[in-house]
């Protein structure tokens, strides 16, 4: 049985949608730009024969 005295629906789970799709598009941009720039410091290394 649910007390509905105060009108209130309990604990509620409110979810930005925006927000999430948001943050995950930064998180997504920073890990490919991170990747990328790994992959041009190897090629340029090895372009230039630093390569470790």
Not at 15 to 40: Q, S
Request: glycine share 10%; no cysteine.
């Amino acid at each position: 049985m649910t007390d509905e005295r105060d009108g209130s629906m309990g604990q509620v789970i409110r979810i930005d949608e925006a927000r999430i799709k948001d943050h995950l598009g930064e998180m997504v941009r920073g890990t490919v730009e991170e990747a990328l720039n790994a992959m041009l410091d190897v090629e340029a290394d090895r372009l230039w024969g630093w390569a470790l």
